[in-house]
């Protein structure tokens, strides 16, 4: 009832504009408009009625609008009669979108925060908007744009658009003097098949490379390492999971004997303590990053975060705010941070009694090289003090489930697999690794980083994985595939490239990736 006039008004509104060509803040509705809203109680009461309207549709339970405490000067209590009419202007255009919107909501509900975005740019710059759903998560728009603290508004919830977007190509593409030509698939798996084996013929199977994103399926990240070992004959193939979440895999198969992970989901919601290390995951992983909150604010988990972020409200949310313990840390010396960590449970004496009986000698040399290390030393190089360590051990001793979540900022670092490792020997010894609901989950950076591992889209590892000078597995896969595996290393990308430069390497295949972007 509030929005529906307003709709109709600005449409003949703009129709006669673009007709007079005459600026819109000088016709007389927007003016009366306009004194509806910069009039003391009444506008205050309609401003009011038309948010509860337009909030009630999302589930708003309450809110609260009021003055920020710095206010723009183009605004008094968030309105005036001068920046008033591009206000209203993009209000209206965003009440049309609201229109198109509102019939998906149901379905696509991450559509809601991008009205919010354009309500909230456009009206919000002076006023603090507060508020909660019905089911108690928050927003908030004290920045100009809503953050929204909302489970079902993270990034990554919905990306189905993607498929259908105008810029996406639908024909092959040849390149022909210079310029990309549109061309059949028959004419253009015909060009590359004729080029990829002449340039076999003349310089052999090694001077193909293959490069293949993480963001590809399964099946996808199966067949094109079998083309390039197979069809090519070369193990030269590589993508983007060797760039982090390689060393992640490798600590898993070294300490526990899996390559993935042995938590799920439900285990970090049902966690009552979690430790995230070098992970800023509500931007990296916000899918992940949404069961660390529902822990931590449904059901008063205790979170500890070892991260380059500082805690800080701003537009993006920021774990860190959530952390019962926080330790700011330089990427370079998480590592450090962790072996404080392991220090502190042996120094408080908080071993797991079982393990020091069953396994004394790696306890002793876990003893033995953080003695090395002073508190003094610690506590120079990470600005972090002993107490603070001794509270972290004492935290995550005493919690019954144990999740320990490690990103890029680890992962990708030097030393990314040691430090892993050093998380897992944590969890050993705390006596955590091998009880239900505990255990350590390296965060990829694409969707499919594991895919790509498993399914052999690495130099390191054929399908399984298994290991690439595995003979076992060699004769079993060439069984299965009735052809005889490279015997030649593989090479990562880095030295693909090189290769291209000094010459060895004359073609590269791409599947979904951008080696230079």
């Not at 100009?144 to 190509?169: E, K, M, N, P, Y």
């Not at 600590?251 to 993935?260: C, E, F, M, S």
């Not at 003695?371 to 603070?388: D, F, I, K, N, V």
Request: glycine residues 10%; charged residues 15%; contains cysteine.
């Amino acid at each position: 009832h509030i929005l529906q006039p307003f709709f109709a008004r600005q449409i003949r509104l703009r129709r006669r504009m673009a007709n007079a060509q005459q600026p819109l803040g000088q016709h007389r509705l927007v003016q009366h408009i306009t004194q509806m809203f910069v009039r003391g109680g009444a506008a205050a009461r309609i401003r009011h009625s038309l948010f509860q309207t337009l909030f009630g549709l999302f589930g708003i339970a309450e809110f609260e609008l009021r003055p920020a405490q710095t206010v723009p000067k183009a605004a008094v209590d968030g309105f005036n009669s001068n920046g008033l009419f591009d206000q209203l202007q993009s209000f209206f255009m965003a009440v049309a979108a609201f229109q198109q919107l509102v019939a998906q909501i149901v379905q696509r509900r991450g559509v809601v925060r991008v009205l919010f975005q354009q309500v909230a740019q456009h009206l919000f710059g002076g006023i603090v908007l507060t508020g909660f759903f019905q089911h108690g998560t928050e927003f908030d728009a004290r920045f100009g744009i809503v953050r929204i603290q909302c489970d079902g508004f993270a990034r990554g919830f919905f990306g189905f658009h993607a498929s259908t977007h105008a810029g996406r190509l639908t024909h092959p593409l040849i390149r022909r003097n210079d310029v990309l030509v549109q061309a059949t698939w028959e004419d253009a798996l015909e060009y590359v098949a004729e080029q990829a084996l002449r340039v076999k013929l003349a310089n052999g199977p090694d001077a193909f490379g293959g490069l293949i994103s993480s963001r590809c399926t399964n099946e996808d990240l199966y067949v094109f390492p079998n083309f390039m070992r197979q069809v090519i004959g070369t193990n030269r193939i590589d993508s983007s999971a060797r760039y982090g979440h390689l060393s992640g895999v490798r600590a898993l198969r070294r300490v526990q004997g899996t390559h993935r992970w042995t938590i799920a989901f439900e285990d970090i919601v049902a966690a009552n303590a979690l430790l995230l290390v070098g992970t800023n995951i509500t931007e990296t992983s916000p899918i992940t990053g949404l069961k660390v909150k529902e822990a931590v604010k449904k059901r008063q988990a205790s979170l500890v975060t070892i991260e380059s972020l500082e805690p800080a409200v701003d537009t993006l949310s920021n774990i860190a705010n959530l952390a019962t313990q926080h330790f700011s840390a330089h990427p370079g010396q998480i590592g450090n941070h962790v072996l404080g960590l392991i220090k502190a449970v042996i120094d408080g004496n908080l071993v797991d009694a079982g393990l020091a009986e069953q396994a004394p000698a790696f306890v002793q040399q876990l003893s033995s090289t953080v003695q090395q290390m002073s508190w003094e030393a610690l506590e120079a190089s990470t600005g972090h003090s002993r107490a603070q360590w001794a509270e972290t051990a004492k935290l995550l001793a005493a919690a019954k489930r144990v999740v320990i979540l490690v990103g890029n900022g680890v992962l990708r670092q030097p030393g990314g697999e040691e430090t892993t490792t050093n998380l897992l020997d944590l969890l050993i010894l705390l006596g955590k690794l091998n009880q239900p609901g505990c255990g350590l989950g390296p965060l990829a950076e694409e969707n499919n980083d594991q895919g790509a591992v498993e399914m052999g889209a690495v130099p390191d590892f054929l399908p399984g994985p298994t290991p690439i000078n595995d003979q076992a597995s060699r004769d079993r896969l060439a069984s299965l595939w009735r052809e005889e595996l490279p015997r030649s290393p593989g090479i990562p990308l880095t030295e693909m490239l090189a290769a291209a430069n000094t010459g060895t390497l004359k073609a590269l295949f791409v599947v979904g990736e951008n080696p230079v972007g």
